[in-house]
C-alpha cells in the first residue's frame, strides 16, 4: 500500500515529527500509543507497566526550538488547511471549537506558521537503560493485549513531543494574491477563550494563540519482544503515525527499511 501523503497528517514530517491531529495537553515523554488494527489509542505511561531498578525518567525542561519557529509549511489546499486549524482551535477550546470556516471563504489556500515553539524529551539512551533494567507487568489484560504480539498490534514509545503556543494562519486567492479574511466573525465565534491578531494588510494574516502550549508533534520509538529480548525500533515521521483515535492509516506504521533495532 502507498505510504499516506495527506497534509493534514505530515505538516510536521520534514521537521522530524510526526503530527498529532489534535493539539492538547497531556501528550509527554515516555507516553505509551497501542496500534491495535486500525485504531491507535493513549494507553498511559511506560512506568505505569514497567517496574525497573532506575528511576522513572523525567522529560527535560521545555526548550525553545529557534530552528523550527518561523517554519511555515507549504501552501495547502483550502479544506485541508481548515481542518488542521479547525483540530488546532478544539485542542485551544478544550473541545470542540465554533468553525470559523465561514471567514475564510474568500481563499482557496491557507499556509501555517507555529509561533513559540518549545521541545521536550527524554533521551532514547535513558528509556532503553530504563527498559533494560525492569520487567513488564504481563498480567495486566491491556499489556497483554498490545506487548504480547498480537496480530496487528504494536506498542510506541514518545521521545519527544514538539509544543506551540501559537499558530498563524495566512490565507491566498487563486491569483496568489492575498485574502480578506473576516477577522469580526472569527473574534466573535471564539471570544475571548483564544486570542485573535491580525497582521498584514487586508486582514490577511491571523494568529491564534492559546495561554500555554499544546503538542502538535512527537517522535516515538516502537517496542517488541524479539528472540527473548526487548527490543527498539526507530519510526521514521508519517502519516501513518499520526495521532487520533479515529485515524485510519493505510500503511503500516513501521515499514522495515525504516527500522533502526536495538537489543538488550
Given at each position: 500500500?502507498?505510504?499516506?501523503?495527506?497534509?493534514?497528517?505530515?505538516?510536521?514530517?520534514?521537521?522530524?515529527?510526526?503530527?498529532?491531529?489534535?493539539?492538547?495537553?497531556?501528550?509527554?515523554?515516555l507516553?505509551?500509543?497501542?496500534?491495535?488494527?486500525?485504531?491507535?489509542?493513549?494507553?498511559?505511561?511506560?512506568?505505569?507497566?514497567?517496574?525497573?531498578?532506575?528511576?522513572?525518567?523525567?522529560?527535560?525542561?521545555?526548550?525553545?526550538?529557534?530552528?523550527i519557529?518561523?517554519?511555515?509549511?507549504?501552501?495547502?489546499?483550502?479544506?485541508?488547511?481548515?481542518?488542521?486549524?479547525?483540530?488546532?482551535l478544539?485542542?485551544?477550546?478544550?473541545?470542540?471549537?465554533?468553525?470559523?470556516?465561514?471567514?475564510?471563504?474568500?481563499?482557496?489556500?491557507?499556509?501555517?506558521?507555529?509561533?513559540d515553539?518549545?521541545?521536550s524529551?527524554?533521551?532514547?539512551?535513558?528509556?532503553?537503560?530504563?527498559?533494560?533494567?525492569?520487567?513488564l507487568?504481563?498480567?495486566?489484560?491491556?499489556?497483554?493485549?498490545?506487548?504480547?504480539?498480537?496480530?496487528?498490534?504494536?506498542?510506541?514509545?514518545?521521545?519527544?513531543?514538539?509544543?506551540?503556543?501559537?499558530?498563524?494562519v495566512?490565507?491566498?486567492?487563486?491569483?496568489?494574491?492575498?485574502?480578506?479574511?473576516?477577522?469580526?466573525?472569527?473574534?466573535?465565534?471564539l471570544?475571548?477563550?483564544?486570542?485573535?491578531?491580525?497582521?498584514?494588510?487586508?486582514?490577511?494574516?491571523?494568529?491564534?494563540?492559546?495561554?500555554?502550549?499544546?503538542?502538535?508533534?512527537?517522535?516515538?520509538?516502537?517496542?517488541?519482544?524479539?528472540?527473548?529480548?526487548?527490543n527498539?525500533?526507530?519510526?521514521?515521521?508519517?502519516?501513518?503515525?499520526?495521532?487520533?483515535?479515529?485515524?485510519?492509516?493505510?500503511?503500516?506504521?513501521?515499514?522495515?527499511?525504516?527500522?533502526?533495532?536495538?537489543?538488550f
Open positions: 500500500m502507498a505510504v499516506c501523503v495527506d497534509p493534514k497528517l505530515t505538516y510536521l514530517n520534514d521537521l522530524g515529527y510526526s503530527v498529532l491531529r489534535l493539539p492538547r495537553q497531556g501528550i509527554a515523554p507516553g505509551v500509543i497501542g496500534v491495535d488494527g486500525d485504531s491507535k489509542n493513549w494507553l498511559g505511561t511506560l512506568d505505569q507497566i514497567w517496574k525497573s531498578e532506575l528511576p522513572v525518567p523525567v522529560p527535560a525542561p521545555q526548550q525553545a526550538a529557534a530552528k519557529t518561523g517554519f511555515r509549511t507549504s501552501e495547502l489546499k483550502l479544506s485541508a488547511g481548515l481542518d488542521i486549524l479547525a483540530n488546532a478544539s485542542g485551544m477550546f478544550g473541545g470542540s471549537a465554533p468553525s470559523v470556516s465561514g471567514a475564510y471563504s474568500d481563499a482557496k489556500s491557507i499556509q501555517f506558521e507555529l509561533g515553539v518549545t521541545v524529551g527524554i533521551d532514547p539512551f535513558v528509556i532503553g537503560n530504563y527498559i533494560a533494567k525492569g520487567e507487568a504481563s498480567h495486566n489484560p491491556f499489556v497483554q493485549r498490545y506487548f504480547g504480539g498480537a496480530k496487528g498490534t504494536q506498542v510506541l514509545v514518545v521521545s519527544q513531543v514538539l509544543l506551540a503556543k501559537s499558530i498563524k495566512s490565507a491566498k486567492r487563486d491569483d496568489n494574491k492575498s485574502a480578506n479574511v473576516n477577522v469580526p466573525a472569527i473574534q466573535a465565534a471570544g475571548a477563550k483564544v486570542g485573535v491578531t491580525v497582521t498584514g494588510t487586508e486582514n490577511t494574516e491571523v494568529t491564534y494563540e492559546n495561554a500555554v502550549p499544546l503538542v502538535f508533534g512527537f517522535q516515538v520509538y516502537a517496542i517488541t519482544y524479539v528472540g527473548g529480548k526487548w527498539i525500533q526507530g519510526v521514521a515521521p508519517s502519516g501513518a503515525v499520526a495521532f487520533a483515535d479515529e485515524d485510519t492509516p493505510d500503511a503500516p506504521i513501521v515499514v522495515p527499511a525504516e527500522l533502526v533495532e536495538i537489543r
